[in-house]
């Protein structure tokens, strides 16, 4: 049994609904926009300093996720404060390959 939570969508900011994996180190949210995604807690912190743009490039991106695929959002080890959206990994993923 998940503990649904509630809080505004980090990427296109409506409601919507998420339960912690990983340990609590990162949220995994069900969004009308965006469909289904993870994101680390540091990424969704992240995200908040970096004006709407870049969460709503995002959100396109999640929002073309197939039912069976969920995107993951991390912050990237390759920091580079020229292209700060690089700070951001990015990727789609099968359902079936992720701890949900
Ligand atoms: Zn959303």
Redesign the pocket.
């Known amino acids: 049994m998940q503990d649904i939570k509630y809080q505004l969508?980090?990427?296109?900011?409506?409601d919507?609904k998420f339960y912690f994996v990983d340990y609590e180190n990162r949220k995994y949210?069900d969004?009308?926009?965006?469909k289904r995604y993870q994101i680390s807690i540091g990424a969704e912190r992240y995200l908040t300093t970096v004006g709407s743009e870049i969460p709503l490039e995002i959100?396109k991106f999640?929002s073309q996720s197939e039912d069976d695929e969920a995107v993951v959002i991390l912050l990237s080890s390759v920091a580079s404060t020229e292209y700060p959206q690089e700070k951001i990994s990015i990727t789609r993923a099968k359902k079936s390959e992720l701890k949900l």
């Open positions: 969508c980090p990427l296109c900011r409506t919507a949210f969004c009308e926009n965006c959100s999640s």
